[in-house]
């Protein structure tokens, strides 16, 4: 680990040697507000460029649906992930919500709850009769089984030792299954074929975001999605180089215009050879809106 932060220090200070402006000096006495503005700065900059790698497409253009008008919902959530100063994450958990609601998935599976706000809006966005499952690593432990960027071990130590989340208490837990476990090591066999709408938003390193993927392609049936949060961030984390591999290999992998937010829908007639194309590449309260 004594590696990962030198690495992360060092991202850190490009962050805010090539992010920050004249302007940002109003946030020098906090340092972590500073590299936060910086590489927001970045992310941005290569989202109005249209430069990182996958093609930008939103989800009402990609995933077949019924409906021309339709609503989604969204939870008035302490969750200041998603509803923080930082306007993406916003329009991630949109397009999330949308992409939810014009699948209407009867099997939901997520990898990485924390504090269960994107579960509970999934299981706000799913129809009543949709299962949502839920893994996070048992309260407490802060082991992984693959390397691990220093944000997943700090949020692992500081963030997955609740058993009150978001959705609890609410109308949509009945619907949701909270699991415990590491993605690496734990046994996805029986939801092989089952899943309409796989959410990968776990370890952020490259071998688990890679090793999530085989995991969810294994499970994804023919016609459905998977989403993978935090794409063309500028900080430590391997989403972005894993996804534009997994699309040079084949598959149709889309970003969210001005987000984070990237996804594919396995065609019905192609996706049970989806994990032999992996294999080839290399390599995984409401208010309506």
């Not at 503005?37 to 900059?45: C, D, I, K, Q, V």
């Amino acid at each position: 680990m004594l590696f990962e932060w030198v690495r992360t220090a060092a991202i850190a200070a490009r962050n805010v040697a090539v992010g920050s402006n004249l302007a940002s000096s109003v946030l020098i006495t906090r340092p972590r507000a500073l590299v936060g503005y910086a590489s927001e700065s970045m992310f941005l900059l290569k989202a109005m460029r249209q430069h990182r790698g996958l093609p930008e497409r939103q989800v009402y253009e990609v995933v077949p649906h019924r409906e021309r008008d339709f609503t989604i919902a969204l939870a008035e959530c302490a969750d200041s992930s998603w509803f923080g100063p930082v306007a993406s994450f916003l329009v991630d958990l949109i397009a999330l919500c949308t992409l939810c609601r014009l699948l209407e998935p009867r099997v939901v599976f997520e990898i990485g709850t924390l504090t269960g706000s994107s579960t509970l809006h999934l299981g706000l966005n799913s129809p009543d009769h949709a299962k949502v499952y839920t893994l996070d690593l048992p309260p407490g432990q802060q082991q992984f089984s693959l390397p691990a960027t220093v944000s997943d071990v700090e949020t692992a130590r500081t963030g997955t030792s609740t058993t009150k989340y978001a959705f609890s208490g609410t109308d949509v837990e009945r619907k949701i299954h909270t699991l415990h476990g590491d993605s690496a090591t734990f046994d996805f066999s029986s939801w092989h074929g089952q899943v309409d709408l796989f959410f990968i938003d776990g370890a952020h390193s490259y071998e688990y975001v890679r090793s999530d993927t085989e995991q969810a392609l294994a499970c994804v049936r023919p016609g459905g999605a998977l989403a993978w949060h935090d794409f063309g961030r500028a900080g430590v984390n391997g989403v972005s180089r894993y996804l534009t591999e997994l699309a040079a290999g084949g598959l149709d992998v889309f970003v969210i215009p001005g987000g984070s937010l990237a996804y594919a829908v396995l065609p019905k007639r192609a996706a049970d050879d989806a994990p032999e194309r992996l294999a080839m590449s290399g390599g995984a309260g409401t208010r309506r809106s």
